[in-house]
């Protein structure tokens, strides 16, 4: 198990290489809109969906126009993002449950957000991180493989590795975790072949120790 002192150097070392995400970017986006992108970036490019949502958003900026329009229309402004029908219809269906029964507005609870159609606990998480500044810990399965990999939990599954995480981090890091662990991910540790000898995490890293002796 790493001490503190060992987590915050991983993330100080990764932050000066960690490329910005989308949630990052479009931080100052309403949040009803990064909710829509997080939920469309699941298993896409974040340089794939950043340019569909500036786009989109900009045609239909609020809750309403997005829930009036038609299904088709938004199966073929997310095409791109992949999986774009489910992703469309969650997109519709989620717009009309926040009109219907929040009001029009995003709740800034892990169980009300849970309840939203196609947001499941690392979208949850993510909103609640980045566009409510919530402690939150939002897994995916970078986080998840890196985490593992660098020897601070052992477990099966994304959920195994959030609980762990929150248990091992403590709050004011919680941010990081997502936030460096996912672009460290999509840029040099992947999933098959990570990339150890560009890596600036090595030296700390129990995957990385092992493969080099
Ligand atoms: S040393 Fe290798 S396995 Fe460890 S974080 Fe870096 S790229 Fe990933």
Redesign the pocket.
Known sequence: MPSLNEMKTVFSLLESTHPETMLEELGHYPVHQMLIMTLLSARAKDSTVIPIVKEFFKKHPTIQEVADLPIEYLEKAFFKCGFYRMKSKHVKLLCQKLLDEFNGTVPDTLEELTSLPGVGRKTANCILAYAFGKPAIAVDIHVHR?AN??GWISTKNEKESEFALMDLVPKDQWINVNRLLVG?GQS??APRK???D??N??EH????RE?NV
């Open positions: 890196i990999r660098l460290h040099i540790c990570p990339d150890c560009s890596c995490i090595t890293c129990k995957y990385g493969k």
